[in-house]
């Protein structure tokens, strides 16, 4: 990989980390596919149904930047449900918190491998702690700048970092399927929309009061999505593109221009770049779907997204705090049990 500077325009925002990580991606990964016992709560759990090594490789190296940039401090696993494997899913949730259709293996559809995640990201934070995020995940920022040194502080009223996605209704995807499909597939935000609606849950448990007082709401479309809120949504083939486009290109032309600016802009104030595969959602080709099919493109030598790559790893963001959205009451309350409807109703 080339080596790369900060232009002098953001050297107020960026700075060299000090000693990187230099090891090859193939070691990282060598280790990453050893069984390692939960031992703190600094834990980066994934997950890839048929295990690390079946992974893209776009996907192998998102991973292997996690280590680089999160330092040894932080425990890397990427789950499986591959027999005999030293990250099976089993060795580390508890069957108890799972279904049995996942237990069991007899999950069906097009979306097993994500909601697999789904199921396994409660049971894993509940029982170790740490972070979940998705393989499609480019890291920009280490777990400890983003969220969990302020999770840590005894003093903050912070317990857990949620990805907001309360704006999600006015960003334009062209989806190519109805809404129904669309809040199916992320049923789980659903699912974690609606705790923060009870007041009552039969409990004791005040979910409204609890996402009001005690979690940050991490402002996805600055933090997570700023790709596309810059380049626009349903944007894969152009992302693609600039990626694709090498750095000692023309930097007079606007293609040059828009390149340089969108990599920068997520060096200096993005934590990460979620890369989606689309899962066949919308019209537009996800950025994801290329990059599986044009091995090597996210970062081939001398362009935009080895940039991206070098700097992930090599730049800190001098920025204190990422962006975040309040997490303010929702307008609609629920006085109703855990699980549905109880005789109090809703108001």
Not at 97 to 125: E, I, N, Q, W
Not at 170 to 177: H, N, T
Not at 206 to 232: C, F, M, P, T
Request: hydrophobic residues 40%; charged residues 25%; negative net charge.
């Amino acid at each position: 990989m080339a080596t790369y500077s900060i232009p002098e325009e953001f050297t107020s925002e960026l700075e060299l980390v000090d000693k990187p990580d230099t090891r090859s991606t193939k070691d990282i990964l060598a280790e990453l596919n050893q069984y390692k016992p939960v031992t703190s709560e600094k834990n980066i759990w994934a997950f890839w149904h048929a295990g690390l090594d079946a992974m893209p490789s776009w996907c192998q190296r998102n991973v292997a930047d996690w280590v680089r940039i999160c330092g040894p401090s932080w425990t890397v696993r990427v789950l499986d449900v591959v027999p005999d494997s030293p990250n099976h899913a089993l060795k580390f949730a508890s069957q108890d918190l799972l279904p049995d259709t996942f237990v069991k293996g007899t999950m069906d559809g097009p979306y097993v491998g994500p909601h697999s995640m789904d199921f396994l990201r409660g049971a894993l934070l509940f029982g170790h702690g740490g972070v979940a995020i998705d393989v499609g995940c480019v890291l920009l920022r280490s777990m400890d700048r983003v969220c969990w040194d302020l999770i840590m502080d005894p003093k903050s009223p912070i317990e857990v970092a949620d990805i907001d996605f309360s704006e999600a209704a006015d960003w334009p995807w062209d989806f190519k399927i109805g809404p129904q499909h669309v809040l199916e597939y992320v049923s789980q935000v659903m699912c974690w929309r609606r705790l923060a609606m009870l007041e009552d849950a039969g409990d004791g448990f005040n979910g409204s009061k609890y996402w009001q007082e005690n979690i940050l709401g991490i402002d996805a479309r600055h933090e997570n999505w700023a790709a596309e809120d810059a380049v626009g949504f349903g944007s894969g083939a152009r992302l693609y593109e600039l990626f694709n486009l090498r750095v000692d290109s023309d930097p007079e032309t606007a293609d040059y221009k828009e390149a340089y600016n969108l990599v920068w802009l997520l060096l200096r104030s993005a934590s990460w770049q979620k890369v989606t595969h689309g899962k066949g959602l919308t019209h537009a080709a996800a950025l994801g779907t290329l990059w599986d099919e044009n091995d090597g493109k996210d970062s081939a030598p001398g362009t935009f997204g080895e940039l991206l790559r070098w700097g992930s790893v090599h730049l800190i963001q001098k920025r204190e705090a990422v962006s975040t959205k309040p997490t303010a009451k929702s307008a609609l309350i629920l006085q109703e049990g855990l699980y549905g409807p109880s005789e109090a109703g809703a108001q």
